[in-house]
């Protein structure tokens, strides 16, 4: 799988296809107010080129949880075979107004009350357990624990190392995507990768925890 937003140019959603990369997931929104341009008009393309087609969210603190769960899926439209996905990190660009762990969690409860289905969670090991990030020492203000209804998610682990962490919340249950590197293009490959992902600039790579049957179930599910 990829994942990209309106920063990333595509040619041609064939030849990411061919690319032997089965889904895309597409930033929908941000916040309560910002829509990605890009994301309507790119799922055609992408569906018509037999791609699994998700969007995510990008959390942020400037409103309620359940506030930006109605605006991401009013602009995403999901499908019954639509992933859906909450990006929970740090707000660079506005460090204040990075999303709490209340308004994720709430969040995820009108996805749910919505659709039937829980989102996934993209989130860091470290931000996730609650820790300082070692550069800019931000950190989620709370560890994220098994009995949040975060932690009934599905992980999307974002881990740029041999093997992924995987949070306190998620230990007994593990990853089910793993981001495991970003911005890849022709001239910074992905480690261990011989080939790139053709048809666009560039993109982040994930892996599913399983086989082509098992990420047909979990994209519809989420689980």
């Given at each position: 799988?990829i994942?990209?937003s309106?920063?990333?140019?595509?040619s041609d959603?064939?030849?990411?296809?061919?690319?032997n990369?089965?889904?895309?997931?597409?930033?929908?929104?941000?916040?309560?107010d910002?829509?990605?341009?890009?994301?309507?008009?790119r799922?055609?393309?992408?569906?018509?080129?037999?791609?699994?087609?998700?969007?995510?969210h990008?959390?942020?603190?400037?409103?309620s949880?359940?506030?930006q769960?109605?605006f991401y899926?009013?602009?995403?439209r999901?499908g019954?075979?639509?992933?859906?996905?909450l990006?929970?990190?740090?707000n660079?660009?506005?460090?204040?107004?990075?999303?709490?762990?209340?308004?994720?969690?709430?969040?995820?409860?009108?996805?749910?009350?919505?659709t039937?289905?829980?989102?996934?969670?993209?989130?860091?090991?470290?931000?996730?357990n609650?820790d300082?990030?070692?550069?800019s020492?931000?950190?989620?203000?709370a560890?994220i624990?098994p009995?949040?209804?975060l932690?009934?998610?599905?992980?999307?682990v974002?881990?740029?190392?041999?093997?992924?962490?995987?949070?306190?919340?998620?230990?007994?249950?593990g990853?089910?995507?793993w981001q495991?590197?970003?911005d890849?293009?022709?001239?910074?490959p992905a480690?261990g990768q011989?080939s790139?992902?053709?048809?666009v600039t560039h993109c982040?790579?994930?892996?599913?925890?399983g086989?082509?049957?098992?990420?047909?179930?979990?994209?519809g599910?989420?689980?």
């Amino acid at each position: 799988m990829i994942d990209i937003s309106r920063f990333v140019t595509v040619s041609d959603f064939r030849l990411v296809r061919q690319s032997n990369i089965l889904g895309v997931i597409h930033k929908a929104t941000e916040g309560g107010d910002y829509v990605d341009p890009t994301c309507a008009p790119r799922r055609p393309q992408a569906e018509a080129a037999g791609l699994l087609w998700g969007t995510y969210h990008f959390g942020t603190g400037q409103m309620s949880g359940a506030q930006q769960a109605a605006f991401y899926l009013s602009v995403s439209r999901p499908g019954p075979k639509t992933l859906l996905a909450l990006d929970l990190e740090a707000n660079e660009n506005r460090t204040r107004n990075s999303m709490r762990l209340d308004q994720a969690e709430a969040f995820v409860r009108a996805v749910a009350e919505a659709t039937g289905r829980l989102p996934i969670v993209y989130v860091h090991p470290t931000w996730a357990n609650g820790d300082p990030l070692p550069n800019s020492g931000l950190s989620l203000g709370a560890r994220i624990t098994p009995d949040s209804i975060l932690a009934r998610c599905g992980l999307w682990v974002a881990d740029y190392h041999d093997s992924p962490e995987i949070p306190f919340a998620w230990e007994a249950k593990g990853w089910r995507l793993w981001q495991y590197a970003g911005d890849e293009s022709a001239g910074r490959p992905a480690y261990g990768q011989t080939s790139i992902v053709k048809g666009v600039t560039h993109c982040d790579r994930n892996l599913f925890n399983g086989d082509a049957a098992g990420l047909q179930q979990f994209w519809g599910s989420g689980a």
